[in-house]
């Protein structure tokens, strides 16, 4: 099967994209050969690489990279001022010791950095930042906030705000650069404690300015309609929440204290059953109704299928192949690609095949339009006029203009 | 649909009512606009109508407002939504959503409609609005222009009955404001939607409208009637209209179209008298030393080319007005000019000085930049404060800002805070603020906006004083009245490219988009200004 386009009916579920990124993330989890994991980050990268779009939220995978990046420089830097615990006899150099008192027995800094520790730490951090590249795919691939409308009803206020929050951020980081570009226009420094505070109260009142104007246009547009529900329903509501989810605490306790191995599965059970049942009543008072939710075709259960057998997959490696999954660090030894979870693997993959095809700028969805309005050739990559050095998806800037110098006609 | 009854609102803090006496009517299907000076009320009156006012900003509202027979006194804002669409002065505050798609139908989904209805109306709204080819795209992507059009689209989906605008088209450029304005009339015209409007830009939006509501002064109560009856009246008036009483037309001519039928006999008047003198005051030299050099100016933001080959001489005492529209790399130029972007191209000169590799405060004293929202220059909390924070800035004697704040700003209270003050005063203060390190080169970044034709004559005669003391003056700005009152060049930049670089009245008077009105009106003769034409047919009779 051929992918078709992504559109907005053809798009793929958010869920199914973050259901395949935690299956990568879990078969990462279970790893520490340094050829398995990297083969990981390339197929999530390739995924990522075709069939991501172009919207602001897509950007923030090489964010997520460099994030994996640093962590994976933190753990090194680490292991060789502090050393490791790995008993090793490679020495690589020698730092000199800070001596330490007493106290601070079982800390040590400075002393022998061997080839072993190094090499342990190299394995450690790689698996964190495999998990972040995992993650930093999900988010470049899934709307968040389509994600965040399959949640519930009444979950659904919880959302928008979050929502809200996500493209409060990139404004924010626009508002700090304009004022520190304000800064500079009266002659004043803009580095220091004392220019960051006083770029920081304008931009806290800004961002409140904004809060309001918007809660205004929310209120304006019929947010908050809410139906009438008897009494009764609403007691019942409170009542079920809020003992579903003691139940559910109660059943955790249960599970995993030693003592109430006959209470906890059952009492857990029945809480999850009780808060969902609130959940789904609370819901009645809202009257809201959703526009194009994303179905869950085929498409959705293949790849989040393809997740899942990567994990199981590589549960199972485990299973036969402990070894190879683990290669030891003491003796020093090359690892090796086990040909069967290597394999297994690349099922991972099948999102490349059968996730519709994003709609590229210049290609396809955006291409035919009326000469006064702008062409989405240029203008759709390029919008992001202060994200260059941010991570954040800062394209959404807080002026218009801000985005404009590259919304121009097409002709030349 | 719409009505006042003996209503004044009153804030919590404040002395006297917003407005008092508002007792009308707006008739079904009208498109009506409301008129008058900054500080009278409007915002408030518009926000009456949608509920907010008091139920969001609190205050007391006395009488009663009516929409479609709902009381906004036992409606919240929510309640009202189906059949009053708002949309407020700045559209990027109005969204909820990240898409174009989303966000039409966010009203709906929040009304609830049944999810047919919901897709139908959004394939309505975005063919109606020309927004098909927008539908997947990001809202943080788009223009100025298209952004209006989506938040006008997110409040159609509801089907209002009313529609409810602040200043629609006052950040837009001439063009995008032409788009704005055409769905407004195709609303009005073909699904009988009552519009109901404030707009500073009259000689934008004055033609189209059925109705005026003039507020004529604070605490004044308004008044409701014909466009052309109301503009005798007015204390506000586009060009158009300004010419018109002069010239002794009636009924007065909203219109350029209007105008240029009733003006033969005026051009036939004009065009046996000299020709008028270029600009309002002496053309400078051109021999004297450029205060600032740009050459070959390339500059790139994310590896795409926002100025390419930019070439801009500014000699002391001239006034140089950057045109062109939404983000065709006008505030990038000015931005490089005080060293905000390095160029990747070319050289930037700026009194003999490099911009970007200059610290601020040596280069405080050689240029200096208004930003478009004139709140980001100031900090302190009261006016001054301000000032003596600039004189430290500059290094100038204590109480220099005052002084000019005292010329710019008569009357102004020293402890007001900067917020409280009207969008004039503000950008006035700001000005002061830049002016106290007397940079030979001022830079203006989209000054006209908000301002009512009052702020903006005080702008134009404060621009004009420095000029004749020989400040050079460069001003970006989608305000082609100004840019006729002022300058002595206009460059028109297009595409990061200057396309065009000459006298005022040879550029604008050839451009359907840059011309001013009076010039629409009197082609092919050069005049460009109401003033112009006085001071000519004074000299004629004389």
């Known amino acids: ?412 | 649909m719409i009505r006042f009854e003996q209503v004044s609102v009153t804030y919590a803090d404040a002395a006297e009512p917003a407005v008092q006496g508002v007792d009308l009517t707006v008739p079904e299907g009208e498109l009506c606009l409301l008129v008058g000076p900054s500080g009278v009320g409007k915002s408030t009156l518009l926000n009456a109508v949608c509920g907010l006012v008091p139920h969001f900003t609190g205050g007391t509202l006395h009488g009663r407002v009516t929409v479609d027979g709902r009381d906004t006194r036992t409606h919240p804002p929510r309640e009202l939504a189906d059949v009053v669409g708002t949309v407020g002065q700045d559209p990027l505050a109005h969204f909820v959503t990240d898409t174009v798609e989303d966000e039409l139908a966010y009203g709906m989904e929040s009304l609830g409609l049944a999810p047919d209805v919901m897709r139908r109306r959004v394939e309505e709204t975005l063919d109606l609005l020309g927004l098909a080819d927008l539908r997947d795209r990001a809202i943080g992507t788009l223009s100025g222009g298209q952004m209006q059009r989506v938040a006008i689209g997110s409040v159609l989906t509801a089907h209002p009955k009313v529609l409810v605008l602040d200043e629609p088209t006052s950040a837009l450029d001439p063009a995008a404001a032409e788009e704005v304005l055409a769905v407004l009339q195709r609303l009005v015209h073909d699904l009988g939607t009552t519009v109901l409007m404030a707009e500073h830009r009259l000689e934008r939006v004055v033609q189209y409208a059925d109705q005026v509501i003039l507020l004529p002064g604070p605490g004044a109560a308004p008044v409701m009637g014909e466009p052309a009856g109301m503009m005798a009246a007015s204390p506000v008036r586009p060009p158009v209209v300004e010419l018109g009483r002069l010239a002794g037309w009636s009924p007065l001519p909203l219109s350029v179209r209007d105008a240029r039928r009733k003006a033969a006999p005026l051009r036939e008047r004009l065009s046996a008298v000299a020709v008028p003198s270029p600009g309002p005051a002496a053309v400078p030299a051109a021999d004297a030393e450029p205060v600032a050099t740009v050459a070959g100016l390339g500059v790139h933001r994310d590896r795409t080319p926002v100025l390419h080959g930019v070439g801009l001489t500014v000699r002391p005492g001239e006034t140089v007005a950057l045109m062109g529209r939404n983000g065709a790399g006008k505030s990038t130029l000015l931005r490089a000019l005080v060293g905000m972007h390095q160029p990747s191209a070319g050289s930037v000169r700026v009194g003999g000085a490099v911009p970007h590799r200059t610290r601020p405060r040596d280069l405080l004293r050689r240029v200096g930049l208004v930003p478009q929202e004139p709140r980001d220059l100031l900090s302190a909390d009261t006016v001054d404060g301000e000032c003596a924070a600039a004189d430290r800035d500059a290094g100038a004697p204590a109480g220099t800002c005052r002084e000019v704040v005292a010329r710019l700003l008569p009357g102004v209270r020293g402890a007001a805070h900067p917020r409280d003050l009207s969008e004039g005063q503000r950008l006035a203060l700001a000005l002061a603020v830049v002016l106290t390190a007397r940079p030979p080169l001022l830079l203006l970044d989209e000054p006209t906006r908000g301002l009512d034709y009052a702020a903006k004559a005080r702008l134009v005669e404060v621009v004009r004083g420095l000029a004749a003391e020989g400040q050079a003056c460069v001003l970006a700005t989608h305000d082609v009245e100004l840019a006729a009152e002022l300058a002595h060049r206009v460059v028109i930049l297009a595409d990061g490219e200057v396309v065009a670089d000459g006298p005022t009245e040879d550029v604008v008077v050839s451009s359907p988009a840059f011309a001013p009105q009076v010039a629409k009106v009197l082609a092919p003769l050069p005049w460009l200004t109401v003033g112009q034409v006085a001071r000519s047919l004074e000299g004629a009779s004389a």
């Open chain 1, 1 to 412: 099967m051929s992918a078709p386009h992504a559109t907005r009916s053809t798009a793929l579920h958010a869920g199914a994209w973050w259901v395949w990124a935690l299956g990568l993330a879990t078969a990462a989890s279970r790893t520490t050969n340094p050829l398995l994991l990297g083969l990981l980050i390339g197929v999530a990268g390739y995924v990522v690489a075709v069939r991501r779009t172009d919207a602001p939220w897509a950007r923030s995978y090489g964010a997520f990279v460099r994030l994996g990046l640093v962590v994976l420089g933190i753990r090194l830097v680490f292991a060789f001022v502090l050393g490791s615990p790995i008993p090793g006899t490679h020495t690589l150099v020698t730092l000199p010791e800070l001596p330490l008192p007493d106290w601070a027995k079982g800390v040590r800094v400075g002393g022998r950095v061997t080839a072993e520790g190094m090499l342990f730490a190299l394995y450690d951090g790689l698996k964190l930042a495999t998990l972040l590249i995992c993650v930093g795919a999900a988010n470049a691939l899934a709307n968040p906030a389509r994600l965040l409308k399959s949640l519930p009803g009444a979950l659904y206020e919880a959302g928008v705000a979050v929502v809200v929050a996500m493209t409060f951020a990139p404004h924010l980081v626009a508002d700090v650069q304009r004022l520190r570009a304000a800064r500079r226009l009266r002659g004043r420094p803009d580095r220091g404690a004392k220019a960051l505070l006083q770029v920081g109260l304008p931009v806290l009142e800004g961002a409140l300015e904004r809060s309001v104007a918007l809660a205004a246009a929310m209120d304006a547009r019929g947010y908050g309609r809410t139906a009438q529900v008897p009494p009764a329903v609403r007691r019942l509501t409170s009542v079920l929440t809020l003992g579903g989810l003691l139940g559910v605490c109660a059943g955790t306790y249960g599970l995993l204290g030693d003592s109430g191995g006959g209470y906890g599965l059952p009492l857990l059970v029945v809480g999850l059953g009780a808060a969902m049942a609130g959940l789904w009543l609370g819901g009645r008072r809202s009257v809201r109704t959703r526009y194009r939710p994303e179905p869950w075709g085929v498409r959705a259960w293949l790849v989040s299928g393809s997740g899942v057998a990567v994990a199981a997959l590589m549960i199972a490696a485990n299973g036969y192949a402990p070894g190879a999954l683990h290669p030891p660090a003491v003796p020093l030894t090359a690892p090796v690609l086990p040909l069967w979870p290597a394999l297994s693997l690349l099922v991972g993959l099948v999102p490349a095949v059968v996730a519709p095809v994003p709609a590229r700028a210049g290609g396809g969805a955006g291409a035919g339009r009326s000469a006064r309005s702008s062409s989405p050739a240029r203008s759709a990559p390029s919008a992001p006029s202060a994200s260059s050095d941010s991570s954040a998806p800062s394209a959404s800037s807080a002026r218009p203009s801000a985005s404009d110098p590259f919304t121009k006609e097409p002709t030349q």
